[in-house]
T-cell receptor, first 114, second 115 residues
């Protein structure tokens, strides 16, 4: 099992450009999450998908959109990138059965917006 | 809303020193508590967890006890190694209902261990 995979690993954009960050998991998990990590601020939830076919906003959704393409894949789109979106982005997944469950994280995408 | 506060860092120790990283939380109900670790250039991985008051989570020599009366979940290790150098995150998750397992993280504590 590859676990949670993310592409690309690194990306540099110019202000106003768009891009999609890809995430896939092969653990048959039903919930998936997108976080951003900024120095001194820990990880903050951008969007999540509790199950296939549903998506909801997290703490910092402005400037982002998501698509839960199927049970395996959950993409994050920046329609018009801004320097404030320079960050490291992590995707995570979890099987949710009503009790405590561990989230599994991908290796991250380091995004720089110039 | 939920929040997690970790001790200010970074923390620098010599090998075999005792480690404590403080973590306190604010939450409604009875959250589950976690410590995640991030090694350089990698994603986060679960270090240990506790799901109810007075539970002690432990792994790789690290321990943390869920203290509801002080709303704390401090991470400890008796003798750190150079390989423990990483960023440590305290986190909480509401269980059940409409929480959908969302995690709230502390700001992270950078630990550097010197030989």
């Amino acid at each position: 099992n590859a676990g949670v995979t993310q592409t690309p690993k690194f990306q540099v954009l110019k202000t106003g450009q768009s891009m999609t960050l890809q995430c896939a998991q092969d653990m048959n998990h039903n919930s998936m999450y997108w976080y951003r990590q900024d120095p001194g601020m820990g990880l903050r939830l951008i969007y999540y998908s509790a199950s296939e076919g549903t998506t909801d906003k997290g703490e910092v959704p402005n400037g982002y959109n998501v698509s839960r393409l199927n049970k395996r894949e959950f993409s994050l789109r920046l329609e018009s990138a801004a320097p404030s979106q320079t960050s490291v982005y992590f995707c995570a997944s979890m099987i949710r059965d009503g009790s405590y469950n561990e989230q599994f994280f991908g290796p991250g995408t380091r995004l720089t917006v110039l | 809303g939920n929040s997690v506060t970790q001790m200010e860092g970074p923390v620098t120790l010599s090998e075999e020193a005792f480690l404590t990283i403080n973590c306190t939380y604010t939450a409604t109900g009875y959250p589950s508590l976690f410590w995640y670790v991030q090694y350089p250039g990698e994603g986060l991985q679960l270090l240990l967890k506790a799901t109810k008051a007075d539970d002690k989570g432990s792994n790789k020599g690290f321990e943390a006890t869920y203290r509801k009366e002080t709303t704390s979940f401090h991470l400890e290790k008796g003798s750190v190694q150079v390989s423990d150098s990483a960023v440590y995150f305290c986190a909480l998750s509401d269980v059940g209902g409409t929480s959908y397992g969302k995690l709230t993280f502390g700001q992270g504590t950078i630990l550097t261990v010197h030989p």
